[in-house]
C-alpha cells in the first residue's frame, strides 16, 4: 500500500469510527446508567485523533511540507484539533459530555472532507511561492487549533443554551478566585426542595447574607437561592428552577466552555501576532485589513468580549453563552466564509 492509497484509507476510516463515536456518545447520554459507553467513546475519539495524526504523517511525507496548503488538509487539521481539545476537555472535566456536541460535528467535518471534496482539491499539490516558508508551520497550525478550542467551547456554549431554555437564569459571581478557577455562579439549592420556613429574607451571622424564598400553593416554602454576602445575589422564581440533574449539567457544561475557550483564546492571539510577522516579511505590512485578516479580528473581539464578561465583570449564565455561542457562527466565517464570498491576500487555493 502506497502513501495516496493509506490516505484514502485513513480518511475513510477516520469517518466511519467518527460515526460510530457519535452514536455511542449519544447512547450514553440516552442511558448514563451505563459507563462503558463512556470509555467506547473515549476510545473512538482517541482512535480517530490517531488516524488523522497518521494521515497527516503520511501526506507530510508524501508532499515534502506542513500539510496545511489546502481545504483537505486544513479540514482534517481541524478535526485533528477538534478530537484533541475533546479529549483535554473530557480528562480536565470528567464529564463524558463533551462527545455528545463534537462528536457529531467531527464527524460532519471529515464526510465533507473525505466524501464530498472532488478529488484534484484532495490531492497534494506543489506550494506556491509565498507559503514556501517555516510560517506555514507556526502560523497556521496555531489558527486552526484555535479555531478548534474556539469551536468547542462554542459548541459546549449552545449545549448549555439548549439545557437551560426556557429559564430565566443569569448568575452573578467571579469566575476566577485566589485558588484558581471556580463556579461559585450556581447558589440553587436542588430544585422542589420544600423546607417549612417563613416567607420572609432571613438574615443569618454564618457570612450568608440572605436566601430568596417564595410560597407555592401548599403553604410550604421553596428555597430559591442562598448566596454569600460578598457576592450578587441571583433571584429566580420557582416556576424558573432547574431539576436536580439539569442544573449539574448546565453547570458543567458552562465550566467546560469556559475553560476551553479559555485555551482557545491565547492560541489565536499567538496566532494573529505570528501572522501579522509573516505578513510583513511576505507583503511589507504588518496589517492590510485583508477580509481574512478582519474576520480574525472580529473573531478575537467576540472571545476577548466573552472573557471580560466572565473574568472582570463576573457574568455567568445564559447571556455571555449567548456571546460565545455566536462565536462559532463567526469562526467559521472567518475560516471558509470570506473564502466563499470574496478573494484576499490568505486566498490560496481555499488556504486555510
Known sequence: MNLVELQNWLDNATFAVLFLTMLVYWAGAAFPNLPTLATLGTAGMAIANLCIATLLGARWIEAGYFPLSNLYESLFFLVWGITAVHLFAENTSRSRLVGVVTAPVAMGITAFAALTLP????????????????WLMMHVSVMMLSYAALMVGSLLAIAFLIVTRGQNIQLQGSS?????????????????????????????NNGFSRFESNHNGNGNTAVLNLVPATEFPTVVTANELLSPQRLSLAETLDNISYRVIGLG???????????????????????????????????????????????????????????????????????????LLGKGLHSYGWFF
Open 119 to 134: 478529488s484534484e482539491m484532495q490531492s497534494a499539490e506543489p506550494l506556491v511561492p509565498a507559503l514556501k516558508s517555516n
Open 265 to 339: 483564546f491565547p492560541l489565536i492571539t499567538i496566532g494573529i501576532i505570528a501572522g501579522a510577522v509573516w505578513a510583513n516579511e511576505a507583503w511589507g505590512s504588518y496589517w492590510s485589513w485583508d477580509p481574512k485578516e478582519t474576520w480574525a479580528l472580529i473573531t478575537w473581539l467576540v472571545f476577548a468580549a466573552y472573557l471580560h464578561s466572565r473574568i472582570t465583570r463576573g457574568w455567568q449564565g445564559r447571556g455571555p453563552a449567548i456571546l460565545a455561542a455566536s462565536g462559532f457562527v463567526v469562526v467559521w466565517v472567518c475560516y471558509l466564509g470570506v473564502n
Open 176 to 204: 476566577v478566585g485566589t485558588g484558581g478557577y471556580r463556579t461559585n455562579g450556581y447558589r440553587l439549592h436542588k430544585a422542589g426542595e420544600l423546607i417549612s420556613q417563613p416567607a420572609i429574607p432571613a438574615v443569618e
